[in-house]
């Protein structure tokens, strides 16, 4: 009679946030679980309730505070709702791990995640959602904005580590030069639910790829773009040669002519290794530098032309001197 009792109690407790309460939820092949249930219960309740910071005091997790500002999370495009305990495995005096079924912006196609519930400094806590995650932006110039707050640039020798609590978040990418995109189709945005669901579900851009604990950016610029200011350097070649290897066509760095030049038509450009494309946090350069030769001789020095790129807003790359 007194474990019935107790399972009881534990499904009116957690009824207001966990439904469906069922002693098959309190309790395991390994002994009772009602206490973990109904932890996970009030977990879901403050979430719901957009209390970020008493959810918080229920886990182990030390949580910066730009990630418990309710305004960010509230700004979500779901946050849980409906929550309840599926499955539960293990026991009150030990581990127990527990699947835990949630709506985020789809009732028809609730989300399911496991999460843990362990004894820490002498209470029961929530924990083992893969709280921490990962943004990998090492090639591409824009800034990833989660739920329009957040911003996360480019960094060439690591990630930039976020501890999320279970939400829907918003997720863009904006480049100020306007040289790379998410998509083809021009999507730069995406809803990402966390934990990650791996069911497909969720459709993300082709230049994003997600797994369980981080999210790469792989946003290049096309090739197309780097043709389109390839024939603007010829062009500029071309006018160089007009210019007499001296005029504001030409590189920079070209040399003083060895002599005058006396036949346009034996200029040549030969194309150098080592130049091309880099890009850096709002910022895409590009370079490509030659060798000449004139009336048969050859510059001792290369002649580099580098710039920035910009796409205008007519979508014509800009190469920028």
């Known amino acids: 009679m007194t474990g019935i009792l107790k399972i009881t109690v534990a499904c009116i407790i957690g009824a207001s946030a966990i439904s469906g309460c069922s002693p098959s939820m309190s309790t395991s092949s390994e002994g009772d679980t009602s206490e973990s249930v109904a932890l996970l219960g009030e977990f879901f309740k403050h979430l719901e309730a957009g209390e970020t910071s008493a959810a918080a005091a229920l886990t182990d997790i030390d949580f910066p505070e730009e990630f418990l500002d309710t305004d960010f999370y509230k700004a979500s ?3 849980p ?3 309840k305990v599926i499955q539960a495995e293990g026991n009150d005096d030990s581990v127990v791990d527990a699947t835990v079924e949630f709506v985020l912006d789809d009732p028809k196609h609730p989300q399911t995640a496991t999460f843990k519930v362990k004894d820490s400094d002498g209470h029961r806590v929530v924990t083992g959602w893969g709280e921490k995650f990962s943004i990998i932006n ?5 800034r990833i904005i989660v739920n329009g707050e957040l911003e996360y640039a480019m960094k060439h020798s690591d990630g930039h580590d976020l501890l999320l609590l279970p939400a829907l978040y918003n997720i863009s990418y904006e480049d100020p030069t306007g040289m790379t995109q998410l998509s083809t189709d021009g999507t730069n945005e995406f809803d990402m639910p966390w934990p990650f669901d791996q069911s497909g579900a969720y459709e993300v851009p082709a230049n994003i790829s997600i797994s369980p604990g981080a999210l790469s950016v792989s946003a290049q610029v096309e090739t197309e773009s780097i043709a389109d200011v390839d024939a ?8 160089c040669v007009k210019e007499n290897l001296s005029g504001p066509s030409c590189p920079d760095n070209i040399p003083e002519k060895p002599r005058v030049l006396n036949d346009s038509s034996s200029v040549q450009w030969f194309e150098l290794p080592g130049y091309g494309l880099s890009t850096s946090d709002g910022r895409v350069e590009y370079s490509k530098g030659f060798t000449v030769e004139a009336d048969g001789l050859a510059y001792a020095k290369s002649a580099v032309y580098s710039g920035t790129l910009t796409k205008d807003s007519d979508g014509k790359i800009v190469f920028t001197r």
């Not at 090492?138 to 824009?142: C, E, N, R, V, Y």
Request: proline share 5%; hydrophobic share 55%; aromatic share 0%.
């Open 77 to 79: 495009a779901a946050i």
């Open 81 to 83: 709702s409906d929550a």
């Open 138 to 142: 090492a090639a591409s110039p824009g």
């Open 232 to 239: 603007q350097i010829d062009a500029l070649t071309d006018a």
